[in-house]
């Protein structure tokens, strides 16, 4: 069983920085991949980036060159670094990871980007 816990997330004017956190209850070493997805109102939920022990990472085409997700094992906590954020960026936000064959998500984070 893995526990995710997102934080980070709020209003930001468009051009702004947000930083998400997503804190695992155990070792991220043995989650692999582990990633952020996110849910916009009306639309089917999406792959935003995600990382794997080894630190290869994926990003949707979208936020290549504004968004970067990182993790530090010694923390438990995997994190979405948002810059140059646009209203075409809110959502919810959602960590995953996937543990011994089974994927388990977070609650979830309102991100919302005014114009």
């Known amino acids: 069983q893995v526990q995710l816990v997102e934080s980070g997330g709020g209003l930001v004017q468009a051009g702004g920085s947000l930083r998400l956190s997503c804190a695992a209850s155990?070792?991220?070493?043995?989650?692999?991949?582990m990633g952020w997805y996110r849910q916009a109102p009306g639309k089917q939920r999406e792959l935003v980036a995600s990382?794997?022990?080894?630190?290869?990472?994926v990003y949707v085409d979208s936020v290549k060159g504004r968004f970067t997700i990182s993790r530090d094992n010694a923390k438990n906590t995997v994190y979405l670094q948002m810059n140059s954020l646009k209203p075409e960026d809110t959502a919810v936000y959602y960590c995953?990871?996937?543990?011994?064959?089974?994927?388990?998500w977070g609650q979830g984070t309102q991100v919302t980007v005014s114009s």
């Open positions: 995953n990871g996937m543990y011994i064959y089974s994927t388990y």
């Open positions: 155990r070792s991220i070493d043995s989650i692999n991949p």
């Open positions: 990382i794997t022990s080894g630190g290869k990472t």
